[in-house]
C-alpha cells in the first residue's frame, strides 16, 4: 500500500519545490517580470554578481532567518490560490473525500491583495510617479526602496506565518479526522465482518428454511392426499349411513311387524306353556312307566338268562385252513337237536377210528363215536357275527349289572384267539368278541342315556404266565416288566380285585378299544421272541369295568366283564420229557393244567354249592373270583381244532367242557346298590 502522506508534507512539498524560485534572486520577481524581461533587467545582470561578491551577507541571511518561506510578495495570488486548491485536491486523490471537503471548507489564507498584472510592487514614487532606475549614486533612494521591500517582505512573512499555523491546524484537524475515520473504518470493517457473519448465517439459515419449506410443500402434498382420502372416505361414509338409516327404517318396520307378532305369540306361547306341562307330567308318568318297564326288561332278562343257565358252554369248531389235511369223512359231525335242522345245533360228536384195535383184529379199524351235547355248538362256517348274537344276551346282562365271564378253552391252534380278537388283516368280519362286546356296550350305554343312565367303561389288560401276572397294556418303560403285577383287593375289607402296577384305562370308544388290542398285540409279540410261544402258555385276561349310574333315581349298577382266552389246554407227555428244555415245557404245562384245573375245580366246588371254593388256588381263579360267583353268569367257549390228529386234544377239551356243562351255579344277583 501506498503509504499515507500528511497534508502537512504536501503543503511543505509544494512550497519547497516554490522555494528556488525566490531564493534564486535577490531580487523578487515581480509579476510578470517573469514573462517578459526589460532591459534593465539585462542591466541588473551583473548584480547578483555584486551581491554574491559582498559576501554572503544580507541574502544568505534573509534565506537561513526565513529558511523556506518564500515571500508571498513573490508569489502571485493566483499562485497562492493555486497553491491552496492543489494541497486539498493532492490529499483527496490519495486520502478521502472528507479531507478533501474539510480543506475546501477552509477559509483561503489572507493573501496579499491581488495585484494588476504588470504592477510592480515597489513602493510609489514619491511624487505618483513610476520609480525608474535609480541612479548608482542615489543611495538614499535605493536604501528607501530596499526598505521598503524589506517590510513588505516582513509582512508577507507574517502572513505566511499564518498561513502557516492556519495550514497545521488544518493539518492536525484533518489528522484527527483520519484518525476518526481510521476508526471509522475499523469500526465499519468489524461491522462488514459482523454482517458478513450474519450474512452467511442468514444464508445457512436460508438453506435450512428452504429445505423446511420443501418438506413442509412435501408434508401438504401429503396431507392433500389423506384429505382427499378422508373427504372419499367421509363421501363413503356418508352413503353408508344413508344405507344403515334405510335399513334402520326397515327393521323399524318389522320390528314393529314383529311386536305385533309377538304379542299374539305370547298369547299362544302361555298356551302351548299350559300344554307342556300337560305333556311333562305325561312325561314324567311315561319316564317312570318306562323305567318301571325297563327294569321289568332285566329282571325278565336275567330270568331268561338263569334258565338258560348261568353257566353255559358253547362249543366251536374252526375250519380247516389252506395247507392243513382233510380229516376224513364223518370225523367231526353236527347231528340236529329233537327240532330237525331248523334247532340251533347243540350237539356235536367226534368219531375216531381205533388203529389198535383194527390192526390187531386185521378188520377195518372199528371208529368210535363221543357225542357231545352244549348250549351251542358252531360249526366251522359260523362267522363271528353268528357267534356273538348268541352272547350279545350276555353282555346285556353285564350293563344290568351282573358280573360276567366268557372263557375260550382249547388245545393250541383251536381258534381261541380267533374267537376273542379277532383274525388278521383287521377284517371287520373277523372281528372277534372283546371289539364287538364293546361296540355292543357303547351302543346299548348310548340308549340307555335316553333314559337318563350313564356309563363308564375302564379297561384292563393282564396275561399270567408261570403264575405270574403281566400288563399287556404297558407302555414305555413299564414294558416288559413281568412278574411285577400282583393281584390285590382294591381297599380293606372291599370285595374288588385289582391289578397293581397294571393299567386301567377308560374306554368310551372303539377307537380306543382298537388302540388298546394293537398295543397288548404288540406287547405279547416282544414276549414272544424273547419266550417261545408264550402266548399260548398263558392265559389273558380282558376286563372291563362297568359302571352305571341313574343319578336322578340314585341307581347305580356295577360288574367286571371279563374276557378270557385261556392257555393252550393240550397235555404234554411226561414220557416226551427228557430234553433240557422239555422239562421247563413239562413244567409250564403242569402250571397250566394246574391252573385249568383249578378253574374246573372251582366251577365244581361252585355248582356243587361247597362251603370252600379254592379260588386261590390259581392266579387266574383269584383275579376272576367276583366273575364266578354266584352272581356271575359264565360263558365257556370250547375251541376245538379241525383236524383228526388232534382228535385225543379235542376230546380232552370236550370232556372237560362236559363237565363244566353239567355244572348248575345257583342264581346270579345283580350288583345293584
Ligand atoms: P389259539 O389261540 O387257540 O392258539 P388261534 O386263534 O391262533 O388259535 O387260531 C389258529 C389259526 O386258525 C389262526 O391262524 C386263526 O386265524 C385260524 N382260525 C381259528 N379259528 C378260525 C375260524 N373260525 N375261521 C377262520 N380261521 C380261524
Ligand atoms: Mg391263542
Given amino acids: 500500500m501506498e503509504p499515507q502522506r500528511s497534508p502537512l508534507s504536501e503543503v511543505k512539498g509544494n512550497i519547497e519545490l516554490k522555494t528556488p524560485l525566490i531564493t534564486g534572486s535577490s531580487r523578487l520577481p515581480l509579476p510578470g517580470s517573469r514573462l517578459k524581461r526589460g532591459p534593465e533587467q539585462m542591466e541588473n545582470a551583473l548584480e547578483p554578481e555584486k551581491k554574491r561578491i559582498r559576501g554572503l551577507g544580507p541574502s544568505t ?12 510578495s513573490t508569489m502571485s495570488q493566483t499562485q497562492g490560490q493555486v497553491a491552496a486548491q492543489k494541497v ?32 510592480s510592487a515597489a513602493p510609489p514614487v514619491a511624487g505618483g510617479k ?74 445457512r439459515e436460508l438453506g435450512s428454511l428452504s429445505s423446511r419449506v420443501l418438506e413442509l410443500e412435501e408434508r401438504l402434498g401429503t396431507q392433500e392426499g ?29 320390528l314393529e311387524a314383529s311386536e305385533a307378532a309377538l304379542s299374539s305369540s305370547q298369547a299362544e306361547v302361555a298356551s302351548l306353556r299350559q300344554e307342556a306341562a300337560a305333556q311333562a307330567a305325561l312325561l314324567a308318568e311315561r319316564g317312570d312307566r318306562l323305567h318301571g318297564l325297563e327294569m321289568e326288561r332285566r329282571r ?36 340236529s337237536g329233537p327240532g330237525g335242522p331248523s334247532d340251533l345245533p347243540t350237539r356235536l360228536s367226534l368219531s375216531r377210528s381205533d388203529d389198535r384195535r383194527g390192526t390187531l383184529s386185521g378188520a377195518p379199524a372199528p371208529t368210535t363215536r363221543h357225542d357231545f351235547s352244549f348250549d351251542r355248538v358252531f360249526p366251522p362256517a ?44 383287521g377284517d371287520p368280519q373277523l372281528e372277534g368278541l372283546i371289539p364287538r362286546a364293546l361296540r355292543h356296550l357303547f351302543s346299548v350305554a348310548q340308549e340307555l342315556s335316553g333314559q337318563g343312565w350313564t356309563y363308564s367303561f375302564v379297561a384292563s389288560y393282564v396275561e399270567i404266565y408261570n403264575e405270574t401276572v403281566r400288563d399287556l397294556l404297558a407302555t414305555g418303560t413299564r414294558k416288559g416288566q413281568a412278574g411285577e403285577c400282583e393281584i390285590r383287593r382294591a381297599g380293606p ?131 376272576l373270583q367276583n366273575s364266578l360267583g354266584g352272581s356271575a353268569k359264565m360263558l365257556m367257549f370250547v375251541n376245538i381244532s379241525p383236524l383228526e390228529e388232534n382228535a385225543s386234544e379235542s376230546l380232552n377239551s370236550l370232556r372237560f367242557a362236559s363237565k363244566v356243562n353239567q355244572c348248575v351255579i345257583g342264581t346270579a344277583q345283580a350288583n345293584k346298590k
Fill in 382 to 425: 359260523s362267522g363271528q357275527d353268528e357267534v356273538f348274537e348268541e352272547i350279545s344276551m350276555l353282555v346285556q346282562s353285564a350293563l344290568d349289572g351282573y358280573p360276567v365271564c366268557i372263557f375260550a378253552y382249547g388245545q393250541t391252534g383251536s381258534g381261541k384267539t380267533f374267537t376273542m380278537e379277532g383274525g388278521p388283516g
Fill in 493 to 623: 375289607g372291599s370285595e374288588e380285585l385289582t391289578v397293581t402296577n397294571a393299567r386301567y384305562v377308560s374306554v368310551s370308544c372303539e377307537k380306543e378299544v382298537e388302540a388298546l388290542l394293537h398295543l397288548a398285540h404288540q406287547n405279547r409279540a416282544v414276549a414272544r421272541t424273547a419266550q417261545n410261544e408264550r402266548s399260548s402258555r398263558s392265559h389273558s385276561v380282558f376286563q372291563l369295568q362297568i359302571l352305571g349310574e341313574h343319578p336322578s333315581r340314585g341307581l347305580q349298577c356295577g360288574a367286571p366283564l371279563s374276557l378270557v382266552d385261556l392257555a393252550g389246554s393240550e397235555r404234554l407227555d411226561p414220557s416226551l420229557a427228557f430234553g433240557p428244555g422239555e422239562r421247563e415245557r413239562l413244567r409250564e404245562t403242569q402250571a397250566i393244567n394246574s391252573s385249568l384245573s383249578t378253574l374246573g375245580l372251582v366251577i365244581m366246588a361252585l355248582s356243587n354249592k361247597e362251603s370252600h371254593v379254592p379260588y386261590r388256588n390259581s392266579k387266574l381263579t383269584y383275579l
Fill in 130 to 203: 513610476k520609480p525608474g532606475k535609480r541612479p548608482a549614486w542615489d543611495l538614499k533612494g535605493q536604501l528607501c526602496d530596499m526598505t521598503a521591500e524589506l517590510k513588505r517582505s516582513r509582512e508577507r512573512t507574517q502572513t505566511l506565518s499564518q498561513e502557516n499555523q492556519q495550514l497545521q491546524d488544518q493539518l492536525r484537524e484533518a489528522q484527527q479526522q483520519a484518525e476518526a475515520l481510521g476508526t471509522e473504518r475499523r469500526t465499519l470493517e468489524e461491522e462488514l465482518a459482523r454482517v458478513r457473519t450474519q450474512a452467511e448465517q442468514g444464508q
Fill in 61 to 72: 541571511k534573509i534565506v537561513s532567518s526565513r529558511p523556506r518561506a518564500a515571500p508571498l
Fill in 88 to 119: 486539498p485536491k493532492k490529499v483527496g486523490a490519495r486520502s478521502s473525500t472528507s479531507v478533501a471537503t474539510v480543506l475546501k471548507n477552509q477559509k483561503p489564507a489572507p493573501a496579499v491583495p491581488a495585484q494588476k498584472p504588470g504592477t
Fill in 300 to 335: 325278565l332278562h336275567n330270568q331268561l338268562q338263569e334258565l338258560k343257565g348261568n353257566i353255559r358252554v358253547f362249543c366251536r369248531v374252526r375250519p380247516v385252513l389252506p395247507g392243513e389235511p382233510t380229516p376224513p369223512p364223518g370225523f367231526l359231525s353236527f347231528p
Fill in 226 to 254: 389423506l384429505v382427499q382420502e378422508l373427504q372419499k372416505e367421509q363421501l363413503e361414509l356418508q352413503e353408508e349411513r344413508r344405507g344403515l338409516a334405510t335399513r334402520l327404517e326397515e327393521q323399524e318396520r318389522r
